[in-house]
């Protein structure tokens, strides 16, 4: 072929590929009108509510029906995807829109009859009922309402979806912003089977958090085509199933969280696709089997709470694609071997909650791609070595709960990502090193029970990401100033007791904080209380105790913030062994532990204290109440466990009745003048540990 026949073949190619694409331009279709009129009427069923989509959603997500209108062609509208050739909408994409109300039976969504792939996971559709028009999309391939706060049950016409290849029916029915389901949906098992006869196409199958029920069915081994797998519902129960891990193309496989199954772990096939593993909370109650080091495509392996025991295998240590290694609160034992640095990908090591002895090995530190680190709750030994400074990823750090000595490594103030340390309930002494307080990244600071002498480093003034400082139970000494602690600005957790600390405060100041939630300052030479604690509305916890303060408890104490509305999250107040005078205060209803004890209160017991129906422990022991016990605290043996009124001046007999299945463990009248006889009803008292009535009349 010459030079000039070959541009003549090009151009007329160019111009065939042109007109071919300006006639499938032309023959587009727009949005079918009837397909249009649906999505606007669907539409006008919510509202548009910031809170409806979960926290997991990602930060640039936004409503997207907030753009939809009347006059554009709606398969230009986001969320919406159309078949060019007819205008019929065979996609919508809901996920993450702030969707909030109900999805009734006769709602236009079910008019799209064509639709192939619908996702309207992570928006709240109000404790709407599961419709069985879910399962009358003829060509439906993949569904997605997770995390919607449905209610009820699966409804069986599901199972006449023949063509799905993804189905995710997880946490329906839960709440992503306080962390708890409400009423788990409920997957009848005779749906369960015929879900798993009918829909043979699967590739995917979520399942997590449904009410089953049931053990798993045989009919699960017909979806030879799953690649991913979950069913952390919390309900599955008999025996663990092998056959579970001969599907040959499973890449993902989630079983955690059925605290009900038992079972062994089986032979672990070299052939496995395996990718990622979760069997939390299943007890196996054996060793993990050396075969696991055959599951070579491993990168999430998850075995917590399985009460697994004896050493780890070295051949864990093979597993060279492993990016995350979940072992916690399980019983191995045994030392972490060198050969941990064969994990060059890890990310994440949790091994806390276990029975590891031994040294923290060096090698740890050269494992550059670490970014958490969890060994709490051990029986490590020895010195923090310095090469833990060198993990330039590290975000979290967990040694608390060990045997570790020592001084604390300057080095450890190299780590700059670091967010949180957890170093509490070690041997840990001497000084703490400037350089801990240095990074200002810094969120969670643990340094609690261990025997760190000195000051606190300066520094810690400068942290302004910091939301909880805990440095209790030290021999920590020299003066804190607490005005400058308040201005930080995120502060929500303080606890300085149990030191040698002084505190530098200037009641005059008021603080800015206002999520503060945590308050621990016993034993730092208070004469009076803080004055920032006027206008802390969310404090949940306030321990006082073993200071001097003197006077009566302020009024404002219990009743904070500008309106001077009641106090509706304090649970926990510790204000035993200071110089109270004046009558017994009564606390919030909120309150679960209450000690005034050690005082020099006067006066009777206000029968307002009866009120506290969540009241759990009540010591009002060695001060100068007196009077008649109120016969009304009987009434809160429902929730009481310790009820201390030891060494006061009460008088006249003690009427109070406890019914049965009553709690109280704890009841102690010593050092009064009571009299009379013992009451019948400490006999419905079942759960009794201490019951002290000596020195009364």
């Known amino acids: 072929m010459s030079w000039l026949m070959f541009v003549l073949h090009l151009f007329l190619l160019l111009f065939l590929l042109s007109s071919s694409s300006s006639f499938s331009t032309s023959a587009r279709h727009t949005c079918l009108e009837d397909q249009r009129f649906s999505l606007l009427q669907f539409k006008t069923t919510f509202t548009i509510t910031a809170n409806a989509s979960s926290p997991r959603c990602k930060s640039n997500s936004h409503p997207k029906m907030v753009f939809w209108n009347e006059s554009s062609d709606c398969c230009l509208w986001e969320g919406v995807t159309c078949d060019w050739s007819n205008g019929h909408v065979i996609g919508l994409d809901l996920s993450c829109s702030y969707l909030q109300g109900t999805i009734q039976p006769n709602t236009t969504l079910f008019h799209l009859r064509h639709l192939q792939t619908l996702n309207l996971a992570f928006n709240d559709f109000n404790f709407s009922t599961i419709s069985p028009d879910f399962g009358s999309f003829p060509s439906l391939t993949h569904l997605n309402p997770f995390e919607t706060n449905f209610t009820g049950r699966i409804p069986s016409k599901i199972c006449h979806l023949s063509k799905l290849v993804s189905l995710d029916l997880s946490y329906l029915n839960y709440n992503p912003y306080d962390y708890i389901f409400y009423y788990p949906v409920r997957l009848e098992q005779h749906t369960f089977n015929m879900l798993l006869r009918n829909l043979t196409q699967l590739r995917e199958l979520h399942l997590d958090s449904l009410n089953i029920s049931s053990p798993l069915p045989h009919a699960l081994l017909n979806l030879s085509s799953l690649t991913s797998l979950s069913f952390g519902s919390y309900q599955l129960r008999g025996k663990f199933s092998e056959n579970i891990f001969h599907f040959p193309n499973l890449r993902e496989l989630d079983v955690g969280g059925n605290s009900e199954l038992t079972g062994k772990l089986p032979y672990f096939n070299a052939t496995s696709s395996l990718q990622f593993l979760d069997l939390g909370d299943i007890s196996f109650s054996s ?17 917590f709470y399985c009460k697994l025991s004896g050493s780890i295998p070295a051949s864990v240590w093979n597993l060279t694609k492993i990016t995350d290694l979940d072992f916690p609160f399980n019983s191995f034992s045994g030392q972490i071997p060198s050969s941990i640095s064969n994990l060059a990908r890890l990310r994440g090591l949790y091994l806390f909650g276990n029975n590891l002895n031994g040294q923290i090995i060096d090698s740890l530190g050269y494992m550059s791609q670490l970014t958490l680190l969890a060994l709490s709750s051990n029986n490590l030994n020895g010195q923090i070595p310095d090469s833990l400074g060198n993990m330039s990823q590290l975000t979290n750090l967990y040694l608390s709960g060990n045997n570790l000595n020592g001084q604390i490594p300057d080095s450890l103030g190299n780590m700059s990502l670091l967010t949180s340390r957890y170093l509490s309930y070690n041997s840990l002494n001497g000084t703490i090193p400037s350089s801990l307080f240095a990074l200002p990244s810094l969120v969670y600071i643990y ?65 800015t904080l206002t999520n503060f939630d945590t308050t621990g300052l016993a034993s730092c030479n208070l004469s009076e209380f803080p004055n920032f604690l006027r206008e802390q509305a969310k404090l949940h916890s306030l321990d006082l105790s073993n200071n001097k303060i003197h006077g009566e408890v302020p009024k404002w104490l219990f009743n904070v913030g500008k309106d001077s509305l009641q106090n509706k999250n304090l649970q926990f107040i510790d204000l035993h062994s200071n110089s109270l005078r004046g009558p017994l205060p009564v606390p919030p209803n909120t309150t679960y532990v209450f000690s005034i004890s050690n005082n020099k209160l006067t006066g009777e017991i206000p029968t307002l204290i009866c009120n506290l129906s969540s009241l759990g422990v009540l010591d009002l022991s060695n001060n100068s109440l007196s009077g008649l016990i109120p016969q009304c605290l009987g009434n809160l043996s429902n929730s009481l466990s ?56």
């Open 287 to 303: 060793q993990l089997p050396k075969s696991i080091s055959n599951l070579k495509a491993l990168n999430i392996l998850s075995l």
């Open 642 to 697: 310790v009820l201390n009124l030891g060494t006061n001046s009460f008088s006249g007999t003690f009427t109070a009745t406890f019914t049965k299945g009553n709690f109280l463990r704890n009841l102690n009248l010593n050092g009064n003048q009571i009299e009379g006889q013992v009451p019948r009803s400490l006999l419905n008292c079942e759960y009794f540990e201490v019951l002290d009535l000596g020195k009364t009349r």
């Open 447 to 511: 340094l609690s029970n261990n025997k760190l002498r000195g000051p606190i480093p300066g520094l810690v003034y400068e942290l302004q990401n910091l939301l909880d400082l805990w440095v209790s139970s030290n021999n920590l000494s020299g003066v804190v100033d607490l005005d400058k602690l308040l201005k930080l600005k995120n502060l929500i957790s303080l606890d300085l007791s149990y030191n040698g600390l002084s505190l530098s405060i200037n009641n005059s100041v008021n603080s």
